[in-house]
């Protein structure tokens, strides 16, 4: 699996006698300030959150300029990068800060000063009731996201810190293991709106209490009490933050508890808990709906079970769009919500508009993984193929034991039709998050691509048991089925589906993978039709999918290219 450097700078960073001022958008030498344009500055600002690694020119093209921008590229980054160079005193002939990569791009040379790191060990439940799990385990989540957003400060992500819930550990090791200066542990104790939080920030190096408190309140008091621990953790690593714009929090106890019941629910990640989760962040949206956060969850629901094929886009979409532009509307500055937005614009195929969200979502919160690994889908769906897995691994070092962050580095390594690569991250995604179905399935499509076929038929068979028999999952495992000559088992797979549109909505695109798989292309181009006028989401995969590499030179095939505005070569 590839490993990014990608850094997600402090406010301030200092290399040689030079410093930048990223907040404040200057460049300073020996304390001076330098004359500098904005696209050089931008230049560099995206050469140091890569240091080490090749940011081509196409990726700063993106950055510089929009897409109805018309200038010559080339001349104007030439010039950009030229006139950066010199105002860091460096040649191009014999650079010690920037290295061209000819015909491809340039690499910052310079080590960046590592930041200091704080993991957030999972808080102890102490209300004596496991079904207050998930009050302790969303404060855990919520101090995580809290902390991310404070520049200057590394965080490990929740996938991690949660494999130690309910183990004994020693700060020490964990400092070790996980390569953080300092540990925040806790314990929770709530009896209806009466909560008491005990906190304490614990050095890793010697294992002694920095900094501890504890606070006797009311739930409502719950923000303020995040807030002080973040202050107060950041004061004692030496961190200045950075002024954040105000977050709006609920008034409401119960829709909060709510809330965090179903964020407690999805992060199971279960198929059969969307609805759950959905309830749950619907009643919470009732009770407070002047608050953003619940809007992204309930809208992702909708968008989720139309690609799952549960729902009609027609109406799943719709119901999507209300909730984000309501959440937007409440709290322009959510990344999580632009993410959202950026997935709902690629299952409508408005390319440009969903490229828009995407990249105001990784603006707002760089270390934030859920805007990686939405990218990564629409990198993969346009034919950006080393951008989307650059995002993937992003996605996984965020986020390194996430479901949906491992099995998008198999998933956008797939489309690349880099089959070696997603066997090998799919044997580990499977390893570390084995209920994923997906990841089953994209593993077996790469394993008969490379002629592991009895493999394949293996790990279809378990992908299709965890899939439950969703629409979706049911596509995909009758055209591997098909593929790998279990044709029976293939037209059982359609048949059911058929008659289940007759009962109600069943997606079209599960029956044109089935024949697909089948090669039958008289049908699949008649159930091709059909998923375009019913505006199925996910067919944004049809360029990129291997499935369709059979009937790529049929006219009818193009013509469906051509009208989702994407290249069918």
């Not at 921008?69 to 010199?86: C, G, I, K, Q, W």
């Not at 957030?120 to 809290?146: C, H």
């Amino acid at each position: 699996m590839t490993e990014s450097k990608n850094v997600p700078m402090s406010s301030s960073v200092r290399f040689g006698a030079f410093e930048v001022d990223l907040e404040g958008r200057r460049l300073l030498k020996s304390g001076k300030p330098v004359t500098l344009r904005e696209q050089s500055f931008q230049v560099l600002a995206a050469l140091m959150e890569r240091p080490g690694e090749i940011v081509t020119r196409e990726e700063l093209r993106r950055r510089l300029w929009s897409s109805d921008t018309f200038v010559d590229f080339e001349v104007a980054l030439n010039s950009a990068v030229s006139r950066l160079r010199d105002a860091l005193g460096d040649s191009a002939n014999s650079p010690s800060v920037i290295e061209t990569i000819p015909k491809r791009g340039y690499r910052f040379v310079v080590p960046i000063p590592k930041r200091p790191a704080i993991a957030v060990m999972p808080f102890v439940n102490q209300t004596g009731d496991a079904k207050d799990e998930y009050f302790s385990d969303g404060l855990t989540d919520e101090l995580i996201r809290a902390f991310s957003r404070i520049q200057g400060l590394r965080v490990t992500a929740g996938s991690v810190v949660f494999r130690f819930k309910g183990q004994r550990w020693d700060a020490r090791q964990i400092g070790t293991e996980l390569g953080v200066e300092a540990v925040l542990e806790g314990a929770v104790w709530r009896t209806g709106d009466r909560i008491r939080i005990s906190v304490s920030l614990v050095g890793t190096r010697d294992g002694f209490n920095v900094w501890a408190q504890r606070f006797d309140s009311n739930l409502g008091d719950v923000f303020t009490i995040q807030d002080e621990v973040c202050t107060a953790v950041a004061e004692a690593m030496h961190i200045r933050p950075t002024s954040q714009p105000p977050k709006a929090h609920p008034s409401n106890a119960t829709a909060y508890m709510l809330y965090l019941k179903g964020a407690y629910i999805l992060k199971k990640r279960r198929p059969q808990s969307i609805q759950r989760a959905f309830q749950y962040q619907q009643e919470a949206i009732r009770l407070e709906p002047n608050w953003a956060e619940p809007y992204s969850s309930a809208a992702m629901s909708y968008i989720v079970r139309a690609i799952y094929g549960e729902m009609p886009p027609t109406t799943a979409l719709p119901e999507a769009e209300t909730l984000v532009s309501k959440g937007l509307a409440l709290d322009e500055n959510s990344a999580v919500l632009h993410s959202t937005l950026g997935m709902l614009r690629m299952m409508q195929w408005r390319w440009g508009d969903s490229e828009k969200a995407h990249r105001r979502a990784l603006s707002l919160e760089p270390g934030n993984a859920f805007p990686h690994q939405t990218y990564t889908i629409f990198c993969s769906f346009v034919g950006r193929h080393d951008e989307a897995i650059s995002h993937a691994a992003k996605s996984v070092e965020l986020d390194p034991l996430d479901l949906m962050t491992n099995f998008r580095v198999v998933q956008a390594n797939c489309y690349a039709r880099r089959y070696d690569e997603a066997v090998h991250a799919g044997r580990i995604a499977i390893e570390l998050t084995p209920d994923s179905p997906y990841t089953f399935f994209y593993l077996a499509l790469s394993l008969t691509a490379l002629g592991s076929k009895e493999e394949a038929w293996e790990v279809a068979g378990m992908g299709r048991k965890l899939a439950g028999g969703m629409p979706l999952g049911e596509g995909y495992f009758a055209y591997l089925a098909g593929v790998l000559g279990h044709a029976a088992e293939a037209r059982e797979v359609v048949e059911k589906l058929q008659t289940g549109r007759e009962k109600g909505y069943v997606s079209a695109l599960p029956i044109v993978w089935t024949y697909l798989g089948l090669g039958e292309t008289t049908e699949v181009l008649k159930w091709l039709d059909i998923a375009f006028a019913e505006r199925d989401p996910f067919l944004g995969s049809l360029t990129v999918h291997p499935a369709y590499d059979c009937i790529r030179d049929q006219p009818e095939f193009r013509r469906l290219a051509h009208e989702l505005k994407l290249s069918a070569e």
